[in-house]
């Protein structure tokens, strides 16, 4: 595998149902990040690490929980999701570190849908 | 704070035409800027950066953008369009002192019509 991968691709689940995205870099990165993605709507920005540290959390529901146990793995879990939490997760991954112009390279996305 | 603005949600071209697809910033700080394209089902792939290096900015399929900060601009142009090109193109800007918060626009979906 090369790049960012992500899976599932795409994930149904009931609102009190608790699931898990993975994401995984084989680019040797330091940072990893998770977008969501709406209709209509710009990339959300929710949660940034940097070497394994959550650095970024951007206002985001405590119903999505990050986990981020190296720098190579990033995970979302989720609990008692609302329909309007249905969209294209995107998790992305960059060089980190200062002095760069630490460039992201995203995963193909998990199309949630929560019923 | 950082914003970007596309110009336009939706843009059709004939294949073989000129594709211009408007991208506008705001920054307090002279940032770097970025172009993405999203096929259907797929994420975001990098087709070019400005990074305060040369002005005019060439990227991959053919693509090349121009930074203008007296028109707070980085447009992104193509040519020749083809109609691989179909897809979803994404302007991003980012503060260099905070590289790592990348403000996206609302993107332009581009129609390349045969």
């Known amino acids: 595998e090369t790049g960012v991968t992500q899976t599932p691709r795409h994930l149904v689940m009931g609102m009190t149902n608790k699931k898990s995205l993975k994401c995984e870099q084989h680019l040797g990165h330091n940072a990893m990040y998770w977008y969501k993605q709406s209709a209509k709507k710009p990339l959300e920005l929710m949660f940034v690490?940097?070497?394994?540290?959550?650095?970024e959390n951007n206002s985001v529901p405590s119903r999505f929980s990050p986990e981020c146990p190296n720098s190579s793995h990033l995970f979302l879990h989720l609990h008692t999701l609302q329909p309007e939490d249905s969209a294209l997760y995107l998790c992305?991954?960059?060089?980190?570190?200062?002095?760069?112009?630490?460039?992201?390279?995203f995963g193909p996305g998990t199309r949630l849908t929560v019923l | 704070a950082q914003s970007v603005t596309q110009l336009g949600s939706h843009v059709s071209v004939s294949e073989g035409a000129l594709v211009l697809l408007r991208c506008n910033y705001s920054s307090s700080v002279p940032p770097y800027l970025f172009w993405y394209v999203q096929y259907p089902n797929q994420g975001l792939q990098l087709l070019l950066k400005y990074t305060s290096a040369a002005t005019l900015v060439k990227g991959i399929n053919g693509f090349e953008a121009e930074f203008k900060k007296s028109e707070t601009s980085f447009h992104l142009t193509k040519p020749s369009a083809h109609m691989s090109d179909a897809a979803e193109y994404f302007c991003?800007?980012?503060?260099?002192?905070?590289?790592?918060?990348?403000?996206f626009g609302t993107g332009t979906k581009l129609q390349v019509i045969p």
């Open positions: 991003a800007v980012s503060d260099p002192g905070g590289y790592q918060k990348v403000t």
């Open positions: 690490y940097n070497f394994k540290e959550q650095t």
């Open positions: 992305a991954s960059s060089h980190g570190g200062e002095g760069s112009s630490d460039t992201q390279y």
